[in-house]
């Protein structure tokens, strides 16, 4: 399926987002004096408690631990995924495995389809006007993915407006206005081997805030990410 670069912005990076930080605390004090037996007998029964109450991490094979076809009812109910109130079938959590630097992580995943598309990002601020960090960030993952998945189909590093061309410090106004485009890809039938785990194609991409902030994103998308956009669109026929 060949595409847009600009297609690669779709869905997440036009959305809001919002993070929910769970805060844990178990902090319990007694006043009375203990032994050392019984202090360490309370210890061991805690211990125990805690071991037996907290549920076992389900992972998969694929990126960050988990796959495509994942349920949406799992991605909520086993991973603690929620879904975000700006797009429908967009869900954000923690994966069972975490990437390198990644600060948020969405998934796709519609009723019938399940998981279609998988996405992490690392946000970075103090950015110069040249972009010079995020080019940096996203020159780093695209070594690193190539230690798993091999060279990168292209890698692209585009200006359509002439003005950003001549005036490279003004490259960071032309990222966050979409006229700069800057990443790499790993696209099956392109120079790349066969990918795993039902991964169609890979991307890294650089988004612009601000003009001093920005963030480098990786997006997963699957074998069923077209059967994904089916039912999306039919939901919202559905309504007509």
Known sequence: MKRTKQAFHRQFLSMTVIAAIASLSACEKHEEPKTAASSSATASAVAATTTAAKPAVK?????????????????????????????????????????????????????????????????????????????EEADNLASLMEEKYGKPSGKYNSIANDIYRRNPQYWMLGLKEKSVVYGYDWEKGKNTAALPNNIDSIDITVTGYSLDSGSVGVTYDMTNFKECEKEYKKAKASNL
């Open 59 to 135: 992972t998969y094979d694929g990126p960050f631990g988990l796959a495509m076809g994942i349920s949406d009812k799992e991605i909520h109910e086993i991973f603690g995924f929620t879904n975000t109130a700006e797009a429908t079938h967009v869900y954000t959590g923690t994966p069972p495995k975490l990437g390198p630097g990644f600060t948020k992580y969405y998934v796709i995943a519609t009723p019938v389809a399940g998981v279609c598309r998988i996405r992490a990002i690392k946000v970075i601020n103090s950015v110069n006007d040249r972009g010079d960090q995020l080019k």
